[in-house]
């Protein structure tokens, strides 16, 4: 198999993260870099091995050497990123959130699947061994009927009003940066909530500094969910089942181990640990799924599909409007 070989638009934090681990991954080639600044994207390139830098997102599109483009943009370029590459023909796997509102990923979506262009929001824990293994252990009945589910995410971090955790012109807030993993996880195990309750404390900027959902189900299961900027949290995952419960361990959306708790005949769980050790920060499982499914010919990955993206952030947009999260810029 030929190595995919892959642009990345937009080389900021996340994406020297994603190249590192891009370098490491069988049958992938970083070939090419775009940013507004040439020096940036030389310099990136250079760092990485990229044959070519560009110094708009435009001139990366050109690139004779491109099989698909990671968008690693803000949030609030995320549509106009995708929109961009997918008009010109060149397959996208974009950062999450994928966009701001499900009216923007409805486009989105459309456009690729018009083109036939591939097109992946990049939820890297969907691809995660423990998150693998979690799936497994749940379709196998191990834990028999999930009864319910729990998940947190939060951080302490100095409060910077000009930060773009904190910008609503930039899409801050911690639903849209972080509390998608908790509600990713209720939504992998759990599918589409009957009724979704929702607070949040907002910070003076006007974007949610901690958030808190209660989700309940057809079959009266539950997804308690919550994220913060305010705290560092357990950041644990966890599915409750009938016959016992998985935990995995923190920080669950990119862990390296989790715990399989059976109840026994006694008051005593009985436990089993797995592990899922790494050296890299862990995209390359997400890498190496898009590079099968490019391989085969595939527009959408299986395992994290377009319809997926479209409950995700109709999720989202509910929270939103549930807390009274407004994106002036974005919602009219």
């Known amino acids: 198999m030929n190595p995919i070989r892959w642009g990345i638009l937009a080389p900021g934090h996340i994406a020297h993260k994603f190249a590192q681990d891009l370098v490491k991954t069988p049958n992938a080639r970083l070939t090419a870099v775009g940013s507004r600044s040439?020096?940036?994207?030389?310099?990136?390139?250079?760092?990485?091995?990229?044959?070519?830098?560009?110094?708009?997102?435009?001139?990366?599109?050109?690139?004779?050497?491109?099989?698909i483009v990671y968008i690693a943009s803000p949030h609030i370029g995320h549509y106009e990123h995708t929109m961009l590459c997918l008009n010109a023909g060149v397959a996208v796997l974009c950062e999450k959130p994928f966009a701001m509102n499900r009216r923007q990923v409805e486009e989105m979506v459309r456009t690729a699947r018009e083109k036939k262009v591939f097109l992946m929001e990049a939820l890297w824990s969907r691809f995660m061994p423990t998150i693998l293994k979690t799936r497994e252990l749940i379709e196998q009945?191990?834990?028999?009927?999930?009864?319910?589910?729990?998940?947190?995410?939060?951080?302490?971090?100095?409060?910077?009003?000009?930060?773009?955790?904190?910008?609503?012109?930039?899409?801050?807030?911690?639903?849209?940066?972080?509390?998608?993993?908790?509600v990713f996880w209720s939504y992998l195990h759990l599918g589409m909530p009957t009724t979704l309750k929702a607070s949040a404390i907002f910070s003076e900027t006007g974007v949610d500094a901690s958030n808190g959902m209660v989700m309940t189900y057809w079959?009266?299961?539950?997804?308690?969910?919550?994220?913060?900027?305010?705290a560092k949290t357990s950041c644990e995952g966890w599915v409750y089942g009938e016959k016992?419960?998985?935990?995995?361990?923190?920080?669950?959306?990119?862990?390296?181990?989790?715990?399989l708790e059976l109840y026994g005949e006694g008051?005593?769980?009985?436990?089993?640990?797995?592990?899922?050790?790494?050296?890299t920060w862990g995209y390359g499982y997400e890498i190496e799924a898009v590079g099968r499914c490019l391989s085969q010919g595939l527009t959408e990955c299986p395992d994290w599909s377009l319809d997926h993206s479209l409950d995700l952030i109709q999720l989202l947009d509910s929270i939103r409007s549930e807390i009274g999260l407004r994106y002036e810029a974005f919602d009219a």
Not at 50 to 62: I, M, N, Q, V, W
Not at 147 to 173: E, I
Not at 267 to 278: L, S, Y
Request: with cysteine; aromatic share 14%; net charge negative.
């Open 141 to 182: 009945g191990v834990i028999g009927k999930v009864l319910g589910v729990k998940a947190d995410f939060g951080f302490k971090g100095p409060y910077d009003v000009t930060n773009r955790l904190f910008s609503p012109a930039l899409g801050g807030g911690a639903l849209l940066d972080i509390g998608i993993y908790p």
């Open 219 to 230: 079959e009266n299961q539950f997804a308690f969910l919550d994220s913060t900027f305010m």
């Open 244 to 259: 016992g419960n998985i935990k995995v361990h923190g920080r669950w959306h990119e862990s390296q181990g989790m715990t």
């Open 267 to 279: 008051r005593e769980m009985e436990t089993q640990e797995f592990n899922f050790e790494r050296d």
């Open 38 to 67: 040439l020096e940036r994207a030389e310099e990136f390139a250079k760092e990485y091995g990229a044959p070519y830098a560009y110094g708009s997102y435009e001139e990366l599109l050109t690139c004779p050497e491109l099989d």
